[in-house]
């Protein structure tokens, strides 16, 4: 899942999981603390997104699927993630639509106010561009739907796959 930061991203994967327990979360925020903590530069994001993309890819060889919910704001980034993890496996981009003033009413942590304030550089959608996807798999309008509208439409496309009971 891709999408601005407070998105709902998270926040749908964990709705998500209450009916399919086997999936993995792989959320960019927790993973960043291990993977690559603090390197917020495109290529600390690119180096980061392909080493998520790869441990999902892993998790999947193993039967195990995962839901990623990254930023990932480059259009390059997600299609090297397909790249990665499409080998016989699947992939769906879900662009998580949200707008900008949605998102910054919804930031509990207060990063969007304070990468205003200029005390975090690079923030996406503030000073570092999201770079929208041009023709994603899925698309959740988090803005406009309910939890659970949302969580039912990417329910219904996975079944449509064959990728969920």
């Known amino acids: 899942m891709t999408g601005l930061p407070c998105s709902g991203k998270s926040t749908l994967v964990r709705e998500l999981r209450k009916d399919v327990p086997n999936l993995a979360m792989l959320d ?12 917020f530069t495109k290529n ?15 998790l999947l060889r193993h039967g195990v699927p ?4 990254l930023i990932s704001p480059y259009k390059e980034n997600r299609s090297d993630a397909r790249g990665i993890i499409d080998q016989g496996e ?5 662009y ?15 990063m969007y106010a304070k990468a205003r304030r200029g005390e975090i550089t690079k923030f996406t959608g503030i ?17 406009h739907e309910t939890l ?8 219904d496309s996975l079944r449509s796959r064959g990728l969920f009971e």
């Open 66 to 69: 995962s839901a990623v919910s």
């Open 44 to 58: 600390g994001r690119d180096e980061h997104n392909r080493k998520v993309a790869h441990l999902a890819k892993l």
């Open 96 to 110: 998580v639509r949200c707008s900008l003033a949605e998102c910054e009413k919804r930031d509990v942590k207060g």
């Open 127 to 143: 000073d570092d561009p999201y770079e929208e996807p041009d023709s994603p798999d899925m698309l959740l309008d988090t803005e």
């Open 90 to 94: 699947q992939f769906l981009e879900v």
């Open 28 to 39: 960019g925020d927790e993973l960043r603390e291990w993977f690559s903590p603090k390197d």
């Open 148 to 155: 659970q509208e949302t969580v039912t439409k990417i329910k």
